[in-house]
């Protein structure tokens, strides 16, 4: 079993939907949860972290921490076309010494 | 705060060879940590320097190596360059408690 567990999509979704993506993670003492969002051909970059259960909420974007279930996910509302890129789940363990990136999800949001 | 740097952004080497890469963190960040992107492969993680020490290494042949300057800046090094080491090499650093990691833009390596 991969440690970080991701469907690699693509997923596709209508604009001004709202985009499910979600993340499985194997059972250690995990310490911090990332989403990060990576466009073609650049580097990725951070949109949420989330340390706590429950939910986070950052503009559109929501991360959801259940980890009884060891399940993180991201909802996107309001999908625009500029949200179509690759997101990256990823896991921090170790005390803080390492993170582990799932594959990631392609998302498509058609215009 | 100016953001990771990495240098060279790109790079075209031939089987044999080797290389160096580096990286300057965000001011005041310690930790640098590594990793190579393939699009089969995704995201794998190299190695983690913090304060000048190796704290965690992934799982990667021994040609693969860094280290860390007192500054923080880092560089990595592969030697006896193989086709499929051709990828987009990516550092990260971080410095808070929580250790979110911020990545600079990469180099993008292709060995002929």
């Known amino acids: 079993q991969k440690e970080v567990e991701q469907n690699s999509g693509p997923l596709s979704v209508p604009e001004g939907a709202i985009a499910s993506l979600n993340c499985t993670y194997s059972?250690?003492?995990?310490?911090?949860f990332f989403w990060y969002r990576q466009y073609s051909g650049k580097s990725p970059e951070l949109i949420m972290s989330?340390?706590?259960?429950g939910d986070k909420e950052d503009g559109r974007f929501t991360a959801q921490l259940n980890k009884a279930s060891q399940y993180v996910s991201l909802l996107i509302r309001d999908s625009q076309p500029s949200d179509s890129a690759t997101y990256l789940c990823?896991?921090?363990?170790?005390?803080?010494?390492?993170?582990?990136f799932g594959a990631g999800t392609r998302l498509f949001v058609k215009a | 705060k100016a953001g990771v740097t990495q240098t060279p952004r790109y790079l075209i080497k031939t089987r044999g060879q080797q290389v160096t890469l580096s990286c300057s963190p965000i001011s005041g960040h310690r930790s640098v940590s590594w990793y190579q992107q393939t699009p089969g492969q995704g995201l794998q993680f190299l190695f983690e320097y913090f304060s000048e020490t190796q704290r965690n290494k992934g799982n990667f042949p021994g040609r693969f190596s860094g280290r860390q300057f007192s500054n923080s800046r880092s560089e990595m090094n592969v030697s006896t360059l193989e086709l499929g080491d051709s990828a987009l090499y990516l550092c990260a650093s971080s410095g808070g408690s929580q250790e979110t990691q911020y990545f600079g833009p990469g180099t993008r390596l292709l060995v002929l």
């Open positions: 990823a896991v921090n363990w170790d005390g803080g010494f390492k993170t582990i």
């Open positions: 989330i340390y706590s259960n």
């Open positions: 059972d250690r003492v995990s310490q911090s």
